[in-house]
C-alpha cells in the first residue's frame, strides 16, 4: 500500500481538502484505487454538535458519521460512499486510546502519548484504506504545519516513513501571497518557512503545491525547489480557478500524476479524464442560465460562511445545472425580510426556483413558510430539503388544512398542533441531554410511491421498474412529520410521495398540479456528484429552466 499525506503551510483555507480529493482523482484516473481520509485536529469527537457558523456545513455518511466538509469533495470526487473509517479527530483518536486502556488492551502498560496516539492514526489509515480496497490512500491532515495540535498526526506520518520509506509521501500545499500593484509579485518566504516547520518534526515534503491567486512562473518554482530541497518539477502551480473541478485538470498540467506515480516506484494503468474535461468544459461553455434562490437565515458574517455551511446544496445545484449545461447563479434570499415585509416575497418571481434547505432553530422560520406558500400558488419551481420539508408540511396544514397553529415541536414545546414532532426514541435522546451522533443519520430506505415526480426521477437513476421501489437517503434531524395528522392532511390533497416503512415515516412530499413541489426529509444534497446529479436536483433545475421569466 502506498500513502499520500496532504498537509498544509501557512494558513488554513488554502483548499487542501480539495488538492487532496484532486490528487486523490487522478491517481484514481491512471487506475488505481484510491480512498482518502480527513483528520480534523480538534477535540471533538465529530463534526456533529459544532455550530456551521463556526466549522462549516456537517457532512453526514450513509453509516451516520457526522463528519467535515472535506469528505464531501472526496466522495464527490471519487464518486464513492465512504464510511466513518475514513474520519477521525484528535478526539476520537484519543477515545478509542482510552477505551482500549480502560479494557486492559495495553496489558497493564504505561500508555505514552507516543507512540499510541500516532500508532492508533496509523492503524485507522490502513483499516480505512482495507476497508475501502485501496492500494494508494491519501490523508488530510487539517490546521496548518507548526500548529502543536496536528503534531501527533505529523508524528504518524514520520512513523510511517521509517518504517516504508519507499511508500510514503508528503504533499505541502502552501500559500504564495503576493505585493506589488498587480498583485503578481509573488512571495516565497512563508512556503519556506513552512517547509522549516516541517523538517523541525523530521518531515521533508516531496511535493509542493504553491496556492497562489495566478499560476507560479518558473522563477518562482526554481526558488522553492532549491530553498526548500525539492526535486525538478516538485513544486505544482495551484491557481485560484473559477471552479473546483477544474483544479485535477490544473495539477496535471503540471504532470503532478508522473512525478507521484515515480516517487512511490508504480506504473500507470491508464489514463482517464475524458468525462472529467467533459464536465469542465460543460462548466466553462454554458448555455444560458439557472438563477436559483435559497430562502435561509441570514447568518449576517457574510457570503463565505453561507457558502461553507451549505456547500453540499450548492454543489447539487452547480452538478445538476452542469448536466443540463447552465450557467448556475445562486443566491441568497434572507427569510427574516419576509416576515417583516409581505410585499418583498414578490422578489421569488425573479428566481427559476427557490430551495428551503435545512436548519435548526426557530428563527426565520415564518419567513421561510411565507416563501414556500408563494412559491406552492405561484408555481415556481420548489425544492424543500429536511427542514424545507417539514415547513412545507406546516404552510400546507395551515393554509390548506386549516390547522391555523400547526407548527412543529421544535419551535413551539407545548404545541397544540404540532404536525411536525419528535418521535419516542428521539425523545430520551433530548431527555438525556445526549446530543452527540443521537439524531437520526444517515442512510435509511424511503419507498417512491408510483405516479409521483420523485418517482419519475428516481426511476432511471436505480434502474427501477413501474411499480414502488426503493431508494437509499441519508439523514439529519430529529422531529418528523407527525402520523396522527397523516390522514387528514392526505384527504386534503397534500402527496405523500416516500415513505420508510420500516419506522412508518414521511419521507417526501409534493404537490400535484405544480410544476415542481418536492420537499423531502432526507438531505438528498449529501449524494450528488458532478457526473452524476442527483435525480431530485436534476429534474428541478431541468423544471426550473422551463419556467416563464
Ligand atoms: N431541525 C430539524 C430537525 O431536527 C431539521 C433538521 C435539518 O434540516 N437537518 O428535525
Request: some cysteine.
Amino acid at each position: 500500500m502506498k500513502y499520500i499525506f496532504v498537509t498544509g503551510g501557512v494558513m488554513s483555507g488554502v483548499g487542501k481538502g480539495v488538492a487532496a480529493a484532486s490528487i486523490a482523482k487522478i491517481l484514481q484516473s491512471r487506475g488505481f484505487g484510491v480512498t482518502a481520509i480527513k483528520i480534523d485536529p480538534y477535540v471533538n469527537v465529530d463534526a456533529g454538535t459544532m455550530n456551521p457558523t463556526e466549522h462549516g456545513e456537517v457532512f453526514v455518511l450513509d453509516d451516520g458519521m457526522e463528519c467535515d466538509q472535506d469528505m464531501g469533495n472526496y466522495e464527490r470526487f471519487l464518486d464513492t460512499s465512504l464510511s466513518s473509517a475514513n474520519y477521525m479527530t484528535t478526539g476520537s483518536v484519543y477515545l478509542s486510546v482510552i477505551n482500549k486502556e480502560r479494557a486492559m488492551e495495553y496489558g497493564g502498560k504505561q500508555v505514552e502519548v507516543v507512540p499510541r496516539i500516532p500508532l492508533e492514526v496509523i492503524d485507522r489509515i490502513n483499516k480505512a484504506a482495507k476497508k475501502e480496497k485501496a492500494e494508494i490512500v491519501v490523508t488530510e491532515i487539517g490546521g496548518t504545519v507548526g500548529e502543536y495540535e496536528n503534531l501527533l498526526f505529523l508524528e504518524a506520518i514520520k512513523m510511517l516513513k521509517l518504517k516504508h520509506h519507499k511508500d510514503v509521501i508528503t504533499v505541502l500545499v502552501s500559500y504564495i501571497p503576493s505585493l506589488g500593484a498587480g498583485g503578481t509579485e509573488l512571495k516565497t518566504k512563508p512556503t519556506q518557512h513552512a517547509v522549516r516547520n516541517l523538517n523541525s518534526v523530521g518531515i521533508q515534503p516531496d511535493i509542493i503545491l504553491g496556492r497562489a491567486g495566478v499560476p507560479l512562473d518558473q522563477k518562482r518554482k526554481e526558488k522553492i525547489q532549491f530553498m526548500c530541497g525539492l526535486e525538478e518539477g516538485d513544486v505544482i502551480s495551484a491557481p485560484n480557478v473559477e471552479s473546483i473541478y477544474e483544479v485535477p485538470i490544473n495539477f496535471e498540467k503540471d504532470n503532478i500524476s508522473d512525478r507521484i506515480l515515480k516517487k512511490l516506484s508504480l506504473k500507470a494503468k491508464s489514463r482517464d479524464l475524458k468525462e472529467w474535461r467533459g464536465l469542465v468544459d460543460a462548466i466553462q461553455n454554458p448555455e444560458g442560465e439557472v438563477k436559483i434562490g435559497i430562502v435561509g437565515k441570514y447568518f449576517g458574517s457574510g457570503d463565505f460562511i453561507l457558502t461553507d455551511s451549505y456547500i453540499s446544496v450548492l454543489e447539487s445545484i452547480k452538478h445538476a445545472s452542469y448536466f443540463w449545461r447552465k450557467k448556475p447563479v445562486i443566491e441568497w434570499l434572507d427569510a427574516g425580510a419576509y416576515e417583516k415585509d409581505q410585499k418583498g416575497i414578490k422578489e421569488l418571481d425573479k428566481y427559476d426556483g427557490i430551495i428551503v434547505p435545512g436548519g435548526f432553530g426557530n428563527r426565520g422560520i415564518e419567513g421561510k413558510i411565507k416563501a414556500i406558500e408563494y412559491c406552492r400558488k405561484n408555481k415556481i419551481p420548489f425544492l424543500g430539503l429536511c427542514l424545507g420539508l417539514q415547513l412545507s408540511v406546516i404552510e400546507f396544514a395551515r393554509n390548506v388544512a386549516g390547522i391555523k397553529d400547526a407548527t412543529s415541536r421544535e419551535f413551539v414545546k407545548n404545541a397544540k398542533n404540532p404536525v411536525i414532532d419528535v418521535i419516542e426514541e428521539q425523545k430520551k435522546m433530548l431527555k438525556q441531554k445526549n446530543y452527540g451522533g443521537t439524531m437520526r443519520l444517515g442512510a435509511y430506505d424511503c419507498e417512491v410511491q408510483p405516479g409521483t415526480i420523485s418517482h419519475k426521477a428516481y426511476k432511471d437513476w436505480i434502474k427501477a421498474g413501474k411499480g414502488p421501489y426503493t431508494i437509499s437517503e441519508r439523514h439529519r434531524h430529529r422531529y418528523e412529520v407527525n402520523n396522527d395528522y397523516r390522514k387528514l392532511l392526505e384527504e386534503k390533497g397534500l402527496i405523500i410521495a416516500g415513505i420508510n416503512k420500516k419506522k412508518n415515516l414521511v419521507e417526501i412530499i409534493e404537490h400535484n398540479g405544480h410544476p415542481f413541489f418536492v420537499a423531502t426529509q432526507f438531505h438528498p444534497e449529501f449524494k450528488s456528484r458532478p457526473l452524476k446529479p442527483h435525480p431530485l436536483f436534476k429534474e428541478f433545475i431541468s423544471a426550473a429552466t422551463k419556467k416563464p421569466r
